[in-house]
T-cell receptor, first 114, second 121 residues
């Protein structure tokens, strides 16, 4: 079956620090990969996505590259801001199976301090 | 963009009562909607997949008679928590899948509602 493993955190960084949140996956076929962000008290927002191997998703300074050989989709940002404090979820969707369901990792809470 | 709304955003009810949560796709038609439950400091747990015009598909361990799902139109799905108990208190989130062209970049993208905080006293 499908599964997503991400570092659980919490992660605490100073403003302008470099961020990496690791994510690896197990899936059959060729899944699409996603990073979602959840701000306190809110639902999930799509941060970025990649639909095939070697694609790089990017948004708001965040990047992640779909690495099929290492089954990874690590999230990076060169310089975090206090406003980036949130919970980040790595997810995959295996639409080839016809269900379009998302499988989520457990989430990583990021706190950025001034 | 694609917007999904949920109503209400917060609800407090007494034990034994029923609560209905609405999920609407505001600017697209969603043939498939999903309902998730999120426990504190935990990931999202998929409860059920809701397809317009047919019965919902529930995940293992989710009581279909307790969590009633109705997908009456292409823009509306409802989750009713029947005979609510304090252990049903949670954050419920819906998502809607926007259909796209097969192989396109938005083929399997889901858009999430802002969530509903349910507290059962």
């Amino acid at each position: 079956g499908n599964s997503v493993t991400q570092m659980e955190g919490p992660v605490t960084l100073s403003e302008e620090a470099f961020l990496t949140i690791n994510c690896t996956y197990t899936a059959t076929g060729y899944p699409s990969l996603f990073w979602y962000v959840q701000y306190p008290g809110e639902g999930l927002q799509l941060l970025l996505k990649a639909t095939k191997a070697d694609d790089k998703g990017s948004n708001k300074g965040f990047e992640a590259t779909y690495r099929k050989e290492t089954t990874s989709f690590h999230l990076e940002k060169g310089s975090v801001q206090v406003s980036d404090s949130a919970v980040y979820f790595c997810a995959l969707s295996n639409s080839g199976a016809g269900s379009y369901q998302l499988t989520f990792g457990k989430g990583t809470k990021l706190s950025v301090i001034p | 963009g694609a917007v999904v709304s949920q109503h209400p955003s917060r609800v407090i009810c007494k034990s034994g009562t029923s609560v209905k949560i609405e999920c609407r796709s505001l600017d697209f038609q969603a043939t498939t909607m999903f309902w998730y439950r999120q426990f504190p400091k935990k990931s999202l747990m998929l409860m059920a997949t809701s397809n317009e015009g047919s019965k919902a598909t529930y995940e293992q361990g989710v009581e279909k008679d307790k969590f009633l799902i109705n997908h009456a139109s292409l823009t509306l799905s409802t989750l009713t928590v029947t005979s609510a108990h304090p252990e049903d208190s949670s954050f419920y989130i819906c998502s809607a899948r926007r259909p796209g062209l097969a192989g396109g970049s938005s083929y399997n993208e889901q858009f999430f509602g802002p969530g509903t905080r349910l507290t059962v006293l």
